[in-house]
């Protein structure tokens, strides 16, 4: 069974950080790339954070640029987001993705093969 599992959602206040994790399995996960997505209550999903299967690629929303750092674990099956400079704004069910398309393009793309169930991020002002 294929599955993502996020934790490290919380409430924070703004200016503080969060380390998000997602756990994968029933997957090969050196062959998936991997990333989050984020909705606000009344908003459409949107694209946050991506790397490539050896991690060595990184890609984010100009939104989270320079305060958010997407890393991997191909090691323990591991995909990591930390947030830090936290803004009411990142307020967010943040889900972890994995698909076998190229990370480059996930800012383009919303129908990735494997979801997580969310972890909520609340930051107050």
């Known amino acids: 069974q294929v599955q993502l599992v996020e934790s490290g959602g919380g409430l924070v206040q703004a200016g503080g950080s969060l380390r998000l994790s997602c756990a994968a399995s029933?997957?090969?996960?050196?062959?998936?790339?991997l990333g989050w997505f984020r909705q606000a209550p009344g908003k459409e999903r949107e694209f946050v954070a991506a790397?490539?299967?050896?991690?060595?690629?990184?890609y984010y929303a100009d939104s989270v640029k320079d305060r958010f750092t997407i890393s991997r674990d191909n090691t323990k099956n591991m995909v990591y987001l930390q947030l830090n400079s936290l803004k009411p704004e990142d307020t967010a069910v943040y889900y972890c993705?994995?698909?076998?398309?190229?990370?480059?393009?996930?800012?383009?793309?919303?129908?990735?093969?494997?979801w997580g169930q969310g972890t909520l991020v609340t930051v107050s002002s």
């Open positions: 790397t490539s299967v050896s991690g060595s690629n990184t």
């Open positions: 029933g997957l090969t996960f050196s062959r998936y790339r």
């Open positions: 993705a994995a698909d076998p398309r190229v990370a480059s393009i996930w800012n383009r793309i919303r129908s990735l093969e494997v």
